[in-house]
């Protein structure tokens, strides 16, 4: 068997500072002894090769706290933007290592990767890079003004030296300024401002450099999370409680006859099951789980009753309302207005619905040490919670984290799902344990997108002009990092994000900026409430909510492009003019025009101005939606055919123009936006969490339908490049945002029906057909 | 004791007859090309060739597979060698079409589904070597146990890379 050669990963063997960290490049057959004698020392970050080595053969290594998460950026545009600082090629960097707690310096999660993440490693490049610099001028004995660096070669005065042979055997006299709490959320963040590298100079950012990790992930060649095994490892399975409030009356009994190796852990409402082979965990689960006994619950409105729970029960007075910053006075223009709209928009719960179910890999160990190898968007940050779970220092753990399937933000705030209660049960058993979740588990026991409702009324004025704008946003909490492991163990977690909204605000926060600058009078407010059922529950759960994406952002532009649509038809105008009648912002401007274009947009006033084009009992519509978000400006035209007899809906095409100042990379930015795309089709037309008075019940891809390949409109991209900007965008796959409100758009212009809840489904269309 | 035949290599297997394939192929012969996505034959994140047909490795117990032809990702390359007459030494260093059209259109994004997806389209291209957009479409939704999904909404990318492999495989029959 031949060792496992990957190109640039972080599974290599890595020398750093003389000491052999010993990494994962382990042959296929070495995989069942995976346990490596990691040291928990952690980097430190204060130091230069702690983020980037360069070796004597000119190869350099990178590293950063955050992992890869589909979008290949770590591998990508990470490598571009430091190999573009360090003056060398795409190419010389030939190893990432991300995310693992005790082999990168900076921590922080999986999100914001380029407008807040990026700049450590960037900045950590530009200080070597000046560094570098100071050591050849030494060398050669030529000014450092009259240096300049291509591919690694510093050359000057009639003189060169490579970037390789100038470290060699020497320390960079260099101190790498670093702030923050490496177990926080964020992590570290460099300090100031070594200088960059002109965008005007730039040769590597802007090409379509592919990601070097697709190679092994297609080849068979990576080690995903779940393929860590170590020795003596145990299979587990986690018998979750009945309903989302239930209590453990007792474990059902193991049948010994038949599963003579398996064991069960019980631990307050935990009941966990283990066995040598994976089949007999199963097995033994599914045994046990039919004689467990839990209490019943009936804490939730169920889905059919969710928005009058939320319009009519939800305690929304006790938070802070959020606002943005007014403009003019809503309360004489409304009134004033000729042509007014009142009307409530409805987002239900999503999820996020990984291809896999989440699982983990914990290595409780003798000496006190605790292993974790999962596949978690922020590694330091779950690092603190296991710590804080069994009360004992960080310092203790070791998160180790591999490819996995993709959950777009679930994971942000540390945990994955399963890592908590594989980390509970290896403690039980004094041995490794790997738990998986199942596919019902996934989806009635992970985190879920916040359900939300928005009241909009809006007022045009007798030049078809909008004269006044007022929305109130209603969502629940979101950003739930609570272990639920820990929680059914009766183990101490960090609290449930409360009414006040957690972290950034995210729950009653303002999330969509405005972008419609000549609107005279505007007003927008956001309230909070805690996660539906939670305070309720005896064991404190609910349906729990996390990022998905967009998160916050997307409940709150579905409503207000829909309402900007339905003002534009209110005012007798094109949906797409009218924005651009209200937008003053040169971007804005910029990725309607470009898709107004790209799309072949048909100006017209009236949905019958184009009902030529359509063919029997299908009608056709267009419609389109914009947003800003994170430094990128997106604008989307959806051109869709609907079934006028069973009210279904097919999106025929989706047309996404995007501005996010600098592109790095066309290509990957290309395919992050086609499923983004696919993500918002899937979401508008299919998507909606089913839940019962005791929890959720959707269980499977059949009752949880996701979008297929049958649904997948054609998909047109225009990419705007605007280096003279100078910053870097973000949130690529941030398009699926987007086709909700432009899909709901195109249903009115074919139809005239405004559908102001998703998801679209036949049946709801099929009735405002009849309406 | 269960003797099976996995990328064209007889394996002796002693897990319980009723133990899905998936699990014998990750756990007892460390081929983990097929996920784990769901159990229920919902996804395809698991399939494998059976006899050149995909089947889904969490439904099929390993009962089922005795004296057949098991191909996971991992024989793509050889699968595609001794369909080419090619030699041991150009077998060793070559991946399949597929697997290179995967990566010359960057196709997957976490990557997850993209063993099915290859497993599916080797499946089809071994049939249809010429498909439509059409064909395409029904081999990855209607054809199987249930369609193949994609989380992350690679859809485009994999018709663009089973087109691309399409291409590639006619011509290297020239």
């Given at each position: 068997m031949s060792t496992k050669q990957i190109p640039v990963s972080r599974r290599d063997f890595v020398k750093t500072g003389g000491a052999l960290f010993v990494g994962f490049a382990f042959a296929d057959t070495e995989k069942a002894s995976a346990a490596v004698t990691a040291t928990v020392d952690k980097l430190d970050p204060s130091s230069p090769t702690s983020w980037i080595e360069i070796h004597a053969d000119n190869t350099i290594l990178i590293r950063t706290g955050k992992s890869d998460f589909g979008q290949g950026t770590v591998f990508t545009a990470y490598r571009q933007i430091v190999a573009e600082e360090l003056g060398v090629s795409f190419e010389a960097i030939t190893n990432v290592i991300s995310g693992d707690t005790d082999r990168t310096p900076d921590g922080g999660g999986t999100f914001d990767l380029l407008m807040h993440s990026m700049p450590n490693i960037r900045k950590v490049a530009a200080y070597v890079h000046q560094a570098l610099l100071d050591l050849a001028s030494q060398q050669l004995g030529v000014p450092k003004a009259q240096l300049s660096v291509k591919e690694g070669i510093v050359s000057g005065g009639g003189k060169s030296v490579s970037y390789g042979d100038l470290v060699n055997g020497r320390k960079l006299s260099l101190t790498i300024p670093v702030k923050g709490d490496i177990n926080s959320m964020f992590g570290l963040t460099v300090e100031g401002d070594p200088p960059l590298k002109p965008v005007s100079e730039y040769s590597i950012v802007g090409k379509s450099f592919p990601n070097s990790v697709i190679v092994s992930k297609v080849s068979a060649k990576e080690t995903w999370a779940p393929d860590v095994r170590l020795p003596e490892m145990l299979h587990g399975r986690v018998i979750h409680p009945k309903t989302l409030g239930s209590k453990l009356i007792a474990a059902g009994p193991l049948d010994k006859a038949k599963f003579p190796n398996a064991q069960v852990i019980v631990k307050a409402n935990l009941v966990g099951v283990v066995a040598p082979t994976e089949w007999e965990a199963i097995k033994a689960s599914q045994q046990v789980a039919a004689g467990t006994k839990w209490t019943e619950w009936k804490g939730l409105p169920g889905d059919q009753r969710l928005f009058q729970y939320l319009k009519e029960d939800a305690d929304w007075k006790t938070a802070p309302v959020a606002k943005s910053k007014p403009k003019g006075d809503v309360a004489t223009a409304l009134p004033a207005s000729a042509k007014t709209l009142s009307a409530t928009y409805q987002l239900p719960y999503v999820k996020h619905a990984p291809i896999g179910p989440t699982m983990a890999v914990a290595d409780v160990r003798a000496d006190g040490t605790i292993y974790i190898y999962t596949h978690t968007q922020n590694a330091q940050a779950l690092r603190s919670g296991i710590a804080h779970m069994l009360s004992i220092p960080a310092d203790r753990v070791v998160v180790r984290t591999f490819a996995g399937p993709g959950h777009y933000g679930r994971s942000n705030g540390g945990n994955a799902g399963a890592e908590d209660e594989a980390v509970i049960l290896s403690q039980a058993v004094g041995k490794p344990v790997r738990v998986q979740w199942t596919r019902q588990d996934d989806l009635q026991w992970s985190t879920q997108s916040s359900a939300a409702i928005s009241d909009v009324q809006l007022g045009v004025d007798a030049n078809g002009r909008l004269a006044s704008y007022e929305i109130s946003h209603y969502m629940p909490a979101m950003q739930d990092d609570r272990l639920v492991g820990a929680i059914l163990a009766g183990l101490p977690t960090i609290p449930a994000p409360n009414e006040i909204g957690s972290l950034f605000g995210i729950a009653n926060g303002m999330q969509d900026p405005w972008v419609y600058d000549a609107t005279p009078a505007v007003a927008e407010f956001a309230y909070g409430t805690s996660q539906v059922g939670q305070t309720s529950s005896p064991i404190n759960v609910g349906l729990r909510?996390?990022?998905?994406?967009?998160?916050?952002?997307?409940?709150?532009?579905?409503?207000?492009?829909?309402?900007?649509?339905?003002?534009?038809?209110?005012?007798?105008?094109?949906?797409?003019?009218?924005?651009?009648?209200?937008?003053?912002?040169?971007?804005?401007?910029?990725?309607?025009?470009?898709?107004?274009?790209?799309?072949?947009?048909?100006?017209?006033?009236?949905?019958?101005?184009?009902?030529?084009?359509?063919?029997?009992?299908?009608?056709?519509?267009?419609?389109?939606?914009?947003?800003?978000?994170?430094?990128?400006?997106?604008?989307?035209?959806?051109?869709?055919a609907v079934d006028m007899t069973t009210g279904a809906i097919k999106v025929e095409k989706i047309t996404m123009a995007c501005d996010p100042g600098i592109v790095i990379n066309p290509s990957q930015l290309k395919r992050q936006i086609e499923g983004g795309v696919v993500m918002g089709v899937s979401m508008t037309l299919l998507e909606e969490v089913r839940f019962n008075e005791s929890g959720v019940v959707s269980s499977d891809w059949r009752n949880y339908p996701i979008a297929t390949m049958a649904d997948v409109p054609e998909i047109k991209i225009a990419l705007i490049n605007r280096p003279e900007i100078g910053s870097y965008g973000q949130g690529s796959e941030a398009a699926n945002a987007l086709a909700g409100p432009a899909i709901a758009g195109a249903l009115l212009d074919a139809t005239g029906k405004i559908a102001r809840r998703l998801p679209l489904k036949p049946e709801y269309v099929q009735a405002l057909l009849k309406a | 004791m269960t003797e099976i035949v996995v990328n064209g290599v007889k394996r002796e297997v002693q897990a319980p007859s009723d133990t899905p394939l998936l699990y014998v192929l990750r756990n007892d012969l460390e081929l983990t090309g097929p996920q784990f996505g769901c159990g229920l034959a919902q996804c395809g994140a698991c399939s494998v060739l059976l006899n050149g047909t995909e089947v889904r490795s969490c439904i099929t117990p390993l009962s089922a597979v005795k004296g057949k032809d098991v191909t996971t990702l991992e024989g793509l390359p050889a699968r595609w060698a001794a369909q080419k007459g090619l030699s041991a030494a150009d077998a060793a260093k070559t991946l399949?079409?597929?697997?290179?059209?995967?990566?010359?259109?960057?196709?997957?994004?976490?990557?997850?589904?993209?063993?099915?997806?290859?497993?599916?389209?080797t499946e089809l291209l071994e049939h249809t070597p010429s498909p439509t957009l059409t064909q395409i479409k029904a081999a990855f939704t209607t054809s199987g146990p249930s369609p193949h999904l994609c989380r992350c909404g690679s859809y485009t990318a994999i018709i663009q890379a089973v087109q691309r492999a399409a291409h590639a495989m006619k011509g290297s029959q020239a």
């Amino acid at each position: 068997m031949s060792t496992k050669q990957i190109p640039v990963s972080r599974r290599d063997f890595v020398k750093t500072g003389g000491a052999l960290f010993v990494g994962f490049a382990f042959a296929d057959t070495e995989k069942a002894s995976a346990a490596v004698t990691a040291t928990v020392d952690k980097l430190d970050p204060s130091s230069p090769t702690s983020w980037i080595e360069i070796h004597a053969d000119n190869t350099i290594l990178i590293r950063t706290g955050k992992s890869d998460f589909g979008q290949g950026t770590v591998f990508t545009a990470y490598r571009q933007i430091v190999a573009e600082e360090l003056g060398v090629s795409f190419e010389a960097i030939t190893n990432v290592i991300s995310g693992d707690t005790d082999r990168t310096p900076d921590g922080g999660g999986t999100f914001d990767l380029l407008m807040h993440s990026m700049p450590n490693i960037r900045k950590v490049a530009a200080y070597v890079h000046q560094a570098l610099l100071d050591l050849a001028s030494q060398q050669l004995g030529v000014p450092k003004a009259q240096l300049s660096v291509k591919e690694g070669i510093v050359s000057g005065g009639g003189k060169s030296v490579s970037y390789g042979d100038l470290v060699n055997g020497r320390k960079l006299s260099l101190t790498i300024p670093v702030k923050g709490d490496i177990n926080s959320m964020f992590g570290l963040t460099v300090e100031g401002d070594p200088p960059l590298k002109p965008v005007s100079e730039y040769s590597i950012v802007g090409k379509s450099f592919p990601n070097s990790v697709i190679v092994s992930k297609v080849s068979a060649k990576e080690t995903w999370a779940p393929d860590v095994r170590l020795p003596e490892m145990l299979h587990g399975r986690v018998i979750h409680p009945k309903t989302l409030g239930s209590k453990l009356i007792a474990a059902g009994p193991l049948d010994k006859a038949k599963f003579p190796n398996a064991q069960v852990i019980v631990k307050a409402n935990l009941v966990g099951v283990v066995a040598p082979t994976e089949w007999e965990a199963i097995k033994a689960s599914q045994q046990v789980a039919a004689g467990t006994k839990w209490t019943e619950w009936k804490g939730l409105p169920g889905d059919q009753r969710l928005f009058q729970y939320l319009k009519e029960d939800a305690d929304w007075k006790t938070a802070p309302v959020a606002k943005s910053k007014p403009k003019g006075d809503v309360a004489t223009a409304l009134p004033a207005s000729a042509k007014t709209l009142s009307a409530t928009y409805q987002l239900p719960y999503v999820k996020h619905a990984p291809i896999g179910p989440t699982m983990a890999v914990a290595d409780v160990r003798a000496d006190g040490t605790i292993y974790i190898y999962t596949h978690t968007q922020n590694a330091q940050a779950l690092r603190s919670g296991i710590a804080h779970m069994l009360s004992i220092p960080a310092d203790r753990v070791v998160v180790r984290t591999f490819a996995g399937p993709g959950h777009y933000g679930r994971s942000n705030g540390g945990n994955a799902g399963a890592e908590d209660e594989a980390v509970i049960l290896s403690q039980a058993v004094g041995k490794p344990v790997r738990v998986q979740w199942t596919r019902q588990d996934d989806l009635q026991w992970s985190t879920q997108s916040s359900a939300a409702i928005s009241d909009v009324q809006l007022g045009v004025d007798a030049n078809g002009r909008l004269a006044s704008y007022e929305i109130s946003h209603y969502m629940p909490a979101m950003q739930d990092d609570r272990l639920v492991g820990a929680i059914l163990a009766g183990l101490p977690t960090i609290p449930a994000p409360n009414e006040i909204g957690s972290l950034f605000g995210i729950a009653n926060g303002m999330q969509d900026p405005w972008v419609y600058d000549a609107t005279p009078a505007v007003a927008e407010f956001a309230y909070g409430t805690s996660q539906v059922g939670q305070t309720s529950s005896p064991i404190n759960v609910g349906l729990r909510d996390h990022s998905l994406r967009t998160p916050g952002q997307y409940q709150q532009n579905f409503p207000r492009e829909l309402a900007i649509t339905e003002a534009a038809f209110l005012a007798g105008a094109d949906p797409l003019a009218f924005r651009l009648q209200h937008a003053t912002d040169k971007r804005v401007i910029g990725v309607l025009e470009s898709v107004r274009e790209t799309s072949g947009w048909q100006t017209h006033k009236t949905r019958s101005a184009h009902i030529s084009g359509n063919m029997g009992n299908l009608r056709h519509g267009q419609g389109v939606s914009v947003m800003f978000r994170s430094g990128t400006f997106w604008a989307c035209v959806a051109n869709i055919a609907v079934d006028m007899t069973t009210g279904a809906i097919k999106v025929e095409k989706i047309t996404m123009a995007c501005d996010p100042g600098i592109v790095i990379n066309p290509s990957q930015l290309k395919r992050q936006i086609e499923g983004g795309v696919v993500m918002g089709v899937s979401m508008t037309l299919l998507e909606e969490v089913r839940f019962n008075e005791s929890g959720v019940v959707s269980s499977d891809w059949r009752n949880y339908p996701i979008a297929t390949m049958a649904d997948v409109p054609e998909i047109k991209i225009a990419l705007i490049n605007r280096p003279e900007i100078g910053s870097y965008g973000q949130g690529s796959e941030a398009a699926n945002a987007l086709a909700g409100p432009a899909i709901a758009g195109a249903l009115l212009d074919a139809t005239g029906k405004i559908a102001r809840r998703l998801p679209l489904k036949p049946e709801y269309v099929q009735a405002l057909l009849k309406a | 004791m269960t003797e099976i035949v996995v990328n064209g290599v007889k394996r002796e297997v002693q897990a319980p007859s009723d133990t899905p394939l998936l699990y014998v192929l990750r756990n007892d012969l460390e081929l983990t090309g097929p996920q784990f996505g769901c159990g229920l034959a919902q996804c395809g994140a698991c399939s494998v060739l059976l006899n050149g047909t995909e089947v889904r490795s969490c439904i099929t117990p390993l009962s089922a597979v005795k004296g057949k032809d098991v191909t996971t990702l991992e024989g793509l390359p050889a699968r595609w060698a001794a369909q080419k007459g090619l030699s041991a030494a150009d077998a060793a260093k070559t991946l399949h079409p597929i697997q290179a059209a995967w990566i010359e259109e960057q196709t997957p994004l976490c990557g997850f589904c993209q063993n099915g997806m290859m497993i599916k389209a080797t499946e089809l291209l071994e049939h249809t070597p010429s498909p439509t957009l059409t064909q395409i479409k029904a081999a990855f939704t209607t054809s199987g146990p249930s369609p193949h999904l994609c989380r992350c909404g690679s859809y485009t990318a994999i018709i663009q890379a089973v087109q691309r492999a399409a291409h590639a495989m006619k011509g290297s029959q020239a």
